[in-house]
């Protein structure tokens, strides 16, 4: 199990949170989705045999919200 940290540009408004935790949610490999709106960070946990961080990156950057930097461990 692996786990990504990956900081957004400011985010704007509560609901973004739902957005990108139900669509991360549906992705095969997620283990466990937080969105951190006052630090607009989105922490996961992932099966890397079955999603890669740069599949879920690409993910938050079609949702609309560009992906600054991503940490994984």
Known sequence: MRKGVFTLEPLSCPSC???IERALGKM???QEVNVL???SKVRT???EDQVTADEIQ???S???Y???SQKVS
Request: zero cysteines.
């Open 17 to 19: 949170i739902k957005k």
């Open 28 to 30: 095969e490999g997620i």
């Open 37 to 39: 709106f006052n630090s």
């Open 45 to 47: 946990q992932f099966n």
């Open 58 to 60: 690409q993910t938050i």
């Open 62 to 64: 079609k949702l609309g």
């Open 66 to 68: 560009p992906v600054l």
